[in-house]
Nanobody
């Protein structure tokens, strides 16, 4: 059974950094494109980043471009999201999800497996 587990969330001050991990079990993660999403209180879930399985190309929402970096470690079957220069508006539950397509489709509906989420709170 495909399972994704996020970790690395927590409380951080504005301007700080966190690295989220998305560990896969039950499948080989490098066969899937992996997306990162977040949902802030009272807001819809938004896609913020994706790394494709075909060529490792990465994509970012404008809201995080230049501050967040997605990467994958196939040996560890894990995808990471390095988040720098965090802002209070970055506060949200962060999710990773797997898409069996070998490219980043840009559509949330193509992601078939989801983790349980990890809370990120940016506050002084």
């Amino acid at each position: 059974q495909l399972q994704l587990v996020e970790s690395g969330g927590g409380l951080v001050q504005p301007g700080g950094s966190l690295r989220l991990s998305c560990a896969a079990s039950g499948f080989t993660l490098d066969a899937y494109s992996i997306g990162w999403f977040r949902q802030a209180p009272g807001k819809e879930r938004e896609g913020i980043s994706c790394i494709s399985s075909r060529d490792g190309n990465t994509y970012y929402a404008d809201s995080v471009k230049g501050r967040f970096t997605v990467s994958r470690d196939n040996a560890r079957n894990t995808v990471y999201l390095q988040m720098n220069s965090l802002k209070p508006e970055s506060t949200a539950v962060y999710y990773c999800a797997a898409d069996p397509h070998n490219y980043c489709s840009g559509y949330e509906s193509t992601f078939s497996s989801w983790g349980q989420g990890t809370q990120v709170t940016v506050s002084s």
